[in-house]
């Protein structure tokens, strides 16, 4: 038994497939990992800046909001699409309909419009995508817990 576990482990195909598995892990793993909590981070900074907007109505809280936003999706993106590789070999499949998972993705698309409303309705849709963050930032809590 001792002679062919030290046979697997010399093998060079054996030990290629161990460390491309292992880096991908690990790389996925690093990504992931610090995507998703810039990803959260930047959606409370959107949410923030978004009600201090409605609040005091300066321009600089939402230019604040909307940079933030553009930055989360980014990484909530990032997100999408390593978890997903990271989930393949450990899950058996690409995507699960899991809670957390469902609810990241609704939250991609709930930033995704508030960033096409930005986009479309220009400085007078200031107010209904500060509107759109809030609600947006209220899905956070769901994916986590």
């Keep these: 038994m001792l002679e062919a576990e030290a046979a697997v482990a010399v093998s060079p195909v054996g030990c ?5 598995s292992v880096a991908k892990t690990t790389l996925t793993v690093a990504l992931l990992t610090p995507s998703a909590v810039k ?5 409370a900074v959107t949410a923030i800046a978004s009600v201090l ?25 990032l997100v999408l699409l390593t978890g997903p590789i990271w989930g393949k070999p ?12 469902t609810t ?9 419009g508030y960033l096409m409303l930005r986009a479309w309705a220009g400085p007078q849709g200031a107010r209904a995508s500060a509107v759109v963050a809030i609600i947006g930032f209220l899905d956070v809590p769901l994916i986590h817990w």
């Design 16 to 20: 290629v497939g161990a460390a491309v």
């Design 39 to 43: 990803a959260t981070t930047r959606t």
């Design 53 to 77: 907007y409605l609040v005091r109505r300066e321009a600089r809280f939402d230019r604040l909001a909307a940079s933030s936003a553009e930055i989360g999706e980014v990484f909530l993106t």
């Design 90 to 101: 450990v899950w058996g499949t690409w995507w699960t309909w899991d809670a957390r998972l």
């Design 104 to 112: 990241a993705l609704i939250l991609w698309f709930i930033f995704a």
